[in-house]
């Protein structure tokens, strides 16, 4: 257990609906994390936040996807109309640092299977 | 696109062995590389990490080599053991100063008794 925690673990959905995942990182990690994982690859670069600010997104993430961190503190990860290619592993990680480089902590993901 | 890629899909190894998995990567600029292991059904977990300034680090069973020259890093596992068994990425920031990682395709380990 990294610390990191994902809600929920697994989520199936029709195609069309909309979904909701939660990310609580280590609480004093100022940095915030999604990746996306299809089976057999690598986790691909979604979006990242410094503290409350989402300061990239990939241009994976349509306008389908929306991410926020209020607070600073746990972010949401919000697909909607989802589409069987979204279906995947959403993997939220955290870091602390001022710095490049500083260790990414990874959560166990949501696997998300769409119908 | 990636910038990071491992030969191998897939590695067996005898218990007891020690493994050796391999990674290259594109951009000569490249100056911190992390090795993560992802066990089935959980999030990738770091192992260890070298940054451009150094041939070599070790940590506990584990060895991080990096060839500048060719681009190269491999990770070397002593004495592999059956909780080994995993898929091992590569992993580095794809532009300098950048925070963000890309990860390579993953080789899986897999451990014979």
């Known amino acids: 257990d990294t610390g990191v925690s994902q809600d929920p673990r697994h989520k199936i959905t029709k195609r069309g609906q909309n979904v909701t995942f939660r990310c609580d990182p280590i609480?004093?990690?100022?940095?915030l994390y999604w990746y996306r994982q299809t089976l057999g690859q690598g986790p691909e670069f979604l979006t990242y936040?410094?503290?409350?600010?989402?300061l990239e997104k990939s241009r994976l993430l349509s306008d389908r996807f929306s991410a926020e961190r209020p607070k600073g503190s746990f972010s949401t990860l919000e697909i909607q109309r989802t589409e069987q290619g979204d279906s995947a592993m959403y993997l939220c990680?955290?870091?602390w640092g001022q710095g490049i480089n500083n260790e990414q902590f990874f959560g166990p993901g949501t696997r998300l299977t769409v119908l | 696109g990636e910038s990071v890629g491992l030969h191998l899909p897939t590695l067996s190894v005898q218990e007891g062995d020690n493994s050796i998995i391999n990674c290259a990567y594109s951009?000569?600029?490249?100056?911190?590389f992390i090795w993560y292991k992802q066990e089935s059904g959980k999030g990738p977990q770091f192992i260890i990490d070298?940054?451009?300034?150094?041939d070599k680090r070790q940590g506990q069973r584990v060895t991080v080599l990096l060839n500048k020259t060719v681009k190269h890093l491999s990770l070397q596992i002593a004495a592999t053991q059956p909780g080994d068994s995993a898929v091992y990425f590569c992993?580095?920031?794809?532009?300098?100063?950048?925070?963000?990682?890309?990860f390579g395709a993953g080789t899986t380990v897999t451990v014979r008794a």
């Open positions: 951009n000569s600029a490249s100056d911190y």
């Open positions: 609480s004093e990690h100022n940095r």
């Open positions: 992993a580095e920031p794809p532009r300098t100063n950048d925070y963000k990682l890309s």
């Open positions: 990680a955290s870091s």
């Open positions: 936040f410094q503290n409350e600010a989402q």
């Open positions: 070298i940054r451009s300034n150094m």
